[in-house]
């Protein structure tokens, strides 16, 4: 009787351990040429970035990645993406450190706090890894370039347009549903919203709460939910996440709300929303593109052909040429209102 | 007597196999994996489970369990956090965090003791209820402003060396629980308390009040570990080291302590806590994500009840077949 | 614990459960009894001082948003009901709901013309299958249900994850069909409640009038005698767990249905919810007593709180907290019970 268990035990484990080393073969992102034990000499060496952003079951990272990959290819280059399941500073810091151990070129990391990463990134530089953030910043000391989507400004002013235009003259009250209360980029934008909202054409808009639903689906679901129960007088939501504006979108629709709703949305997520008038509009850009140039930009870190200092330029593919901010950062461009009208002119 | 102790020294050698196995597996899987810089990153990530291990220990010897450590120090990373945020100085949020633990610990050992309740439950509902308190404390926020110092030593090594400071901690607190689980009369009390609490009772141990003690440095401890945590990521948050208490329970059952009480040795947790550490860091780098490492450590910590039950089962059959021995003095070590 | 060496004892005609239950048993019932009537009670004045600060919250319409949301977890706590009255306990419940919730989403993603009766059925098997490892490593392992569990808690999800590979299935994906499992409403009443109406009716009726389910409360009140009387304990046990997990899978498809968008941390962290709610319903941890739809009140109070604290805008983040707290005061009021009871048929057998 024991000797059985003891086998069994023991299959089990070797099972477990199987399944586990084996199954991580299958989430291995391709591997787009470039030996990188081959070549050598330095600025032709293919590059090998890595992507971390704040949590990986989130579409709109996906499709960043899925630029990310295109740029890699034209590069030959190598792509990954690694990171979370759960939008946490704590939890990005042992991926840093298991890329700067794997001995990658360079990270692109998404940050869920401004401060908590710079220790472990500070180290990752000092081994020689190339740190630039994509989408969401750290503090300047811990990165040697920036790559944003936007400005700040460009992105909570159109949210508060479009969320004015909806709910008409007469104002009312709205919230925000945002992420997780630490992230960089969704703070620097609600404090811009906030500014935005003292002009005298939105007075008659009061902003009551801020809601986080850490990006998670169904966290932000029933947050809205909670919202609607709180604020029965509630006008609009501003969600200027992707996670949270689908979710809140079907917490809408779900019960025949007239709440307005508008935020920052991929336009595949929410084609259903806007057909059937839950949203009438909404902003983003490409995450596609804004991958696409975050991996341009650490590859001509890597290879040496800039150092991060402004006003340097680069060529970012089919993407152009771009220059450098004197805050070392880099901008994407200005965000694309989607409605009902040009929705199904894009694919992401 | 002869019996018992090579079939412990079967357990903790089987141990240092299956840890050099690790090792094997590890430098095959990444060629970082035996590096000076990955081992240390390696360790490090490793002592906060470490020290909440040492104090889950002495709890289990004595025939109890404490599921809510992982609780206790989000609780205690919460509240660090929080006075720190508030312009509190740095060494009396510390103190007050510590102080936060001894008393959940407290709160637990009054329950076990003198209420008398059974321990996983009472511990089942703490892990819920000091968790929720750390929500209920820092909310939805993360606190990322400490002082450098306090960041620097959770995060470096000692100069010259590639040891982290935390390990420093670590092997401090893991020598003072050797010597008192293994070389003083208090252990020798935890012993026989988690053996036959009753027969220990009667012998005349206040059993009430070293399993309320043991809860208190358990909680303690948990604290500690908190505040290391804090430190090394520079963030305090409500869900800091949240599920950590798998890991913990693991490292002590995988190091031959039984879940009944009574048996088990510190070397044991401290190659069990290796094994784990070494496992999740070779996975990790072979870009296996925390989830599915734990596929592998739910299965190490079922595996290793059923090893402990085993080898006990034998023993005790063994020991039937045996003619009957003079009654021996004091417990088993 | 002793191994039982001998072989078990004819099981007699006239079985032990037909008789008259010991007094202690009968009097723990009252108690049980009396304990649904104080969650009740309990509920009904929480309403009532809510409703007095917030009118909002008995509106129907409130109060349908109350019993939706806790019709799923009212499924999982019928399933941890049965294993809890044995003297076991499943923590992996969260765990098998996510792995049901993200398969069947990701089945019905894949094969948008699969019947819906089916994909319950794929939920129910799913979720059978994982109590199957949970049974069988408490009853043949004989490793207690806490460890089995908290280790499978850890494993299913990590599974779940293998599974998953990082992906989501959003509402957009799956058939409209499949999300009015949870919409879609029978005589003006949501289908979700439904099913939660009806398996805690039949779990309830099955525990009180079916043999194995008496059979139950017996294990649970004194194992070895259950045993020595001829329960089969380890098969009964064995089934507790397989149920519980199948109900749990149940439980993972509606979820899917409800929420729309899936991935691998669907039903993280809802073990906490079932256990407080099994025993703020009465169910004794200690095995033995308890109902079914004691549980499903226990869901509904904790389920009013949440809704509670939501209305009146105080801090939602008491809610796991408050969850914690309700666990350690019932179990203290069941072994304050049960202390008091013992000692008193002590003395009354004393004095006998």
Redesign the interface.
């Known amino acids: 009787m ?1 000797k059985r ?2 086998l069994l ?2 299959v ?2 070797v099972l ?2 199987g ?3 084996c ?2 073969d299958d ?2 992102s391709a591997n787009t040429g470039g030996d990188q034990a081959a070549e050598d000499g330095g600025s032709s060496e293919p590059p090998n970035i890595a992507f971390l952003p704040k949590a990986i079951n989130n579409p709109y990272f996906d499709v960043a990645a899925a630029g990310a990959e295109q740029a890699a290819n034209d590069l030959g280059g190598e792509f ?1 993406q ?1 990171g ?3 939008a ?4 990005q ?2 991926f840093i ?2 890329l700067t ?3 990658v070129d360079a990270i692109a990391v998404s940050a869920n ?4 990463l ?2 472990a990134l500070k180290r990752a530089m000092d081994s020689g890894v190339t740190v630039v953030t994509y989408d969401s910043d750290v503090a300047p000391e811990g990165r040697q370039l920036f790559i944003n989507q936007a400005t700040a400004d460009a992105i909570a002013q159109v949210q508060v347009k479009l969320i004015s235009e909806q709910i008409g003259s007469a104002g009312g009250e709205i919230a925000i549903l945002s992420a ?3 992230a960089t980029n969704q703070n620097a934008w609600i404090a811009t919203m906030k500014e935005e909202l003292k002009k005298p054409e939105y007075s008659k808009l009061k902003l009551v709460k801020i809601a ?1 639903g ?1 990006d998670d689906d169904q966290k932000s679901f029933q947050e809205t939910n909670g919202l609607l129960q709180a604020y029965p007088n509630l006008k609009g939501i501003i969600s200027p996440t992707t996670v949270g504006i689908a979710a809140a979108a079907r917490a809408l629709a779900s019960k025949n709300s007239d709440v307005k709703l508008t935020g920052l949305g991929t336009p595949n997520q929410m084609r259903e929303f806007v057909k059937n008038g839950t949203v009438e509009s909404f902003a983003l850009w490409d995450p596609g593109q804004l991958g696409e140039l975050a991996y341009y930009a650490a590859a001509a870190l890597v290879a040496g052909d800039i150092k991060g200092d402004p006003g340097e330029t680069f060529t970012a593919g089919d993407l152009g040429e771009y220059t450098i901010e004197d805050d070392r950062s880099v901008v994407l461009g200005p965000p694309t209102e989607f409605t009902k009208e040009n929705i199904d002119d894009f694919d992401f | 007597m002869k019996l018992r102790w090579s079939a412990l020294l079967q357990w903790e050698t089987l141990l240092v196999f299956l840890l050099v196995a690790t090792f094997l597996m590890g430098s095959s ?2 060629e ?1 994996f035996l ?1 000076g ?2 081992l240390s ?1 390696a360790t490090a ?1 490793l002592m906060e489970k470490g020290i909440m291990a040492l104090g889950l220990t002495l709890v289990i010897i004595a025939g109890e ?1 404490d ?1 809510s450590v992982a609780s206790v120090a989000g609780l205690s990373s919460a509240i660090l956090g929080w006075l720190v945020d508030r312009g509190a100085p740095l060494g009396a949020a510390i103190a007050a965090a510590l102080l936060a633990g001894a008393l959940c610990g407290l709160f637990n050992g009054l ?1 076990v003791a003198r ?4 321990s ?3 511990t ?10 750390a ?2 404390v820092l ?4 606190v ?2 400490f002082p450098l110092g306090f ?1 620097e030593f959770g ?1 470096n090594n000692v100069p010259g060396t590639l040891i982290p400071w935390p390990a420093v901690v670590f092997t401090v607190l893991a020598v003072l629980a050797f010597l008192v689980l293994h070389r003083s009369w208090i252990g020798r009390q935890i012993y026989a308390i988690g053996n036959n609490a009753e027969a220990a009772r009667f012998s005349g141990v206040d059993v009430d009040r070293i399993k309320i003690g043991l809860f208190v440095t358990s909680g303690m401890l948990a604290a500690l570990a908190g505040v290391v ?1 804090t430190a090394r ?3 305090a ?4 080291l949240l ?1 950590f208490e ?1 890991d913990v ?1 693991t490292a002590v ?1 995988l190091g031959g302590v039984s ?1 009944f009480g009574g048996r088990g040795t510190l070397i044991g947790v401290v190659l069990g806590l290796f094994l784990i550490g070494a496992l999740r860091n070779s ?21 290793s ?3 402990t ?2 080898l006990r ?2 023993q005790e059959r063994a020991a039937r077949r045996r003619p009957a021995a003079p009654i021996e003095g004091g417990g088993r070590s | 614990m002793p191994d039982s060496t001998a072989t078990a004892p004819e099981p007699l005609d006239a079985p032990v459960l037909d008789r008259p239950r010991p007094r202690t048993a009968r009097l723990l019932d009252v108690v049980g009894r009396v304990r649904e009537v104080g969650i009740a009670l309990a509920l009904g004045l929480l309403v009532l001082v809510v409703a007095i600060q917030e009118p909002r919250f008995v509106r129907p319409g409130n109060i349908e948003e109350i019993l939706l949301s806790v019709s799923i977890l009212s499924i999982v706590a019928v399933g941890q009901t049965l294993v809890v009255l044995t003297r076991n306990i499943d923590l992996s419940v969260g765990s098998i709901v996510g792995v049901s919730a993200f398969v069947c989403a990701d089945t019905m993603r894949g094969s948008p013309d699969l019947p819906i009766p089916l994909i319950l059925i794929l939920g129910i098997l799913i979720g059978a299958g994982l109590g199957v490892v949970n049974g069988f ?1 408490v009853t043949v ?4 249900a ?3 569990t ?6 299913f ?6 599974i998953a590979e990082g992906d989501q299935v959003n509402a957009a994906d799956v058939p409209d069909g499949f999300l009015d499992l949870a919409t879609a409403r029978v005589l003006g009443i949501p289908s979700l409640i439904l099913f939660a109406v009806v398996i805690v009716a039949v779990a309830s009726y099955g525990l009180r009038r079916w043999r194995s389910g008496r059979e139950l409360y017996a294990i649970g009140s004194n194992p070895d005698a259950a045993r020595l009387v001829g329960v089969p304990s380890g098969r009964l046990v064995f089934g507790a767990f397989v149920i519980c997990g199948a109900l749990a899978g149940l439980a993972g498809v509606l979820w899917a249905a409800r929420f729309g968008t899936v991935d ?1 941390r669907a039903g993280s962290g809802l073990e ?1 919810a079932v ?2 709610a099994v025993v703020v319903g009465g169910v004794n ?2 095995g033995g007593s308890g109902t079914a739809y004691g549980a499903a009140l226990g869901a509904i109070l904790l389920g009013t709180i949440e809704n509670a604290l939501s209305i009146l805008k105080l ?1 939602p ?9 309700v ?2 005061a019932a ?2 009021v069941d ?2 019970i049960t ?1 008091r009871l013992q000692r008193a048929l002590r003395k009354a057998r004393r004095r006998a």
């Open positions: 024991t268990i003891w035990a023991g089990i484990l477990a351990l399944l586990v080393a199954g991580d989430d291995e990954k690694v979370p399941s759960e946490s500073a704590p939890e810091v042992p450190n298991t151990q794997q001995g706090d401004p401060n908590a710079v220790p997780a209360s630490t986080y850490d | 899987i990444a970082s590096t810089t990955n990153l990530d369990i599921l329950l209420v008398g309740l059974p996983l439950v009472v089942l509902g703490t892990l819920a209820l000091f968790r929720g308190l929500f209920v909310g939805d926020r993360a990322s402003e960041t995060f945590f990521f520079a963030s948050r409500p869900d800091n599920g798998l329970v059952l879940i996975l990790g780098l072979a870009d296996v994500g925390a989830e599915e490492q734990s596929i592998v450590i739910g299965t190490l910590l079922i595996v009840v059923m090893g039950n085993a089962g034998m | 490593l392992g004989r490793v207690p806490i460890v089995v908290l280790g499978t808690l850890y494993i999800r990590g599974v779940d994850f293998v691998a906490l256990v407080a941890i200690f801090n983040f008491w809610l796991q907290a408050i969850q914690g707290a666990i350690i179990v203290t072994a304050l202390r």
